[in-house]
């Protein structure tokens, strides 16, 4: 059980175009999601909490306009990267909390690769 | 500001040569502690969470532990199996579910 899952599992683009991001809890309910990027050899980095129906609500010094997100489903979250730059190359991972549950799991990650 | 340190940032270890990571911590209103395996590309595995000073947790041949200050989890007769970079992370009560986490111990264990 508390699995899930992103796609795609890598994803190469040209700079100036926008990636969508994917992030499904496949065997249970989350109301929340979060994203998180991780650079080489560092650790994770919230990004940004996501609630189901309601409006993201990102973390001090990362830009609300390039990192949408979007929460329609309990089951779903998405982050698109718009108008994407070689700095946005990164590890991108989602996590959900299981509804009544304190423990949160995390999705396989996507890296980005901006070219 | 909320501080969460690991040490040591890697070790080495024989095939059943046990040892400790740490995770010390300063946050206010601590709500939990949590331990996290990571393999290289791949997202991090729930371990434990801990929440409160004295608490214990095992698996397997991990066991978490938590005091005021830090927590520690034991690696007890590794394998090659248990080579990879754990992470510890803490949520804070008034901003539940928002980790901030450390930057990790990598553990490689040798044959």
């Known amino acids: 059980g508390a699995v899930v899952s992103q796609h795609p599992s890598w994803v190469i683009c040209k700079s100036g175009t926008s990636v969508k991001i994917e992030c499904r809890s496949l065997?249970?309910?989350?109301?929340?999601m979060f994203w998180y990027r991780q650079f080489p050899k560092q650790s994770l980095m919230l990004m940004a909490t996501?609630?189901?129906?309601?409006?993201?609500?990102?973390e001090q010094g990362v830009e609300k306009d390039k990192f949408l997100i979007n929460h329609a489903s309990l089951t779903l979250s998405t982050l698109t990267v718009t108008s994407a730059h070689p700095e946005d190359s990164s590890f991108y991972i989602c996590?959900?909390?299981?509804?009544?549950?304190?423990?949160?799991?995390f999705g396989p990650g996507t890296r980005l690769t901006v070219t | 500001e909320d501080q969460v340190t690991q040490s040591p940032e890697a070790l080495r270890l024989q095939e059943g040569e046990s040892s400790s990571l740490n995770c010390s911590y300063t946050?206010?209103?601590?709500?939990?502690l949590f331990w996290y395996r990571q393999d290289p590309g791949k997202g991090p595995e729930f371990l434990f969470t801990?929440?409160?000073a004295g608490e214990e947790k095992e698996k397997e041949r991990l066991k978490a532990t938590l005091t005021k200050k830090e927590s520690f989890l034991h690696i007890t007769a590794p394998k090659p199996e248990d080579s990879a970079t754990y992470l510890c992370?803490?949520?804070?009560?008034?901003?539940?579910?928002?980790?901030?986490f450390g930057a990790g111990t990598q553990v490689v264990v040798t044959p």
């Open positions: 801990l929440y409160s």
């Open positions: 946050v206010s209103g601590l709500r939990g």
């Open positions: 992370a803490v949520s804070r009560g008034d901003s539940w579910g928002k980790l901030q």
């Open positions: 996501s609630n189901e129906g309601s409006k993201a609500t990102y």
């Open positions: 065997d249970f309910q989350a109301t929340t």
């Open positions: 996590s959900a909390d299981s509804t009544g549950s304190y423990e949160q799991y």
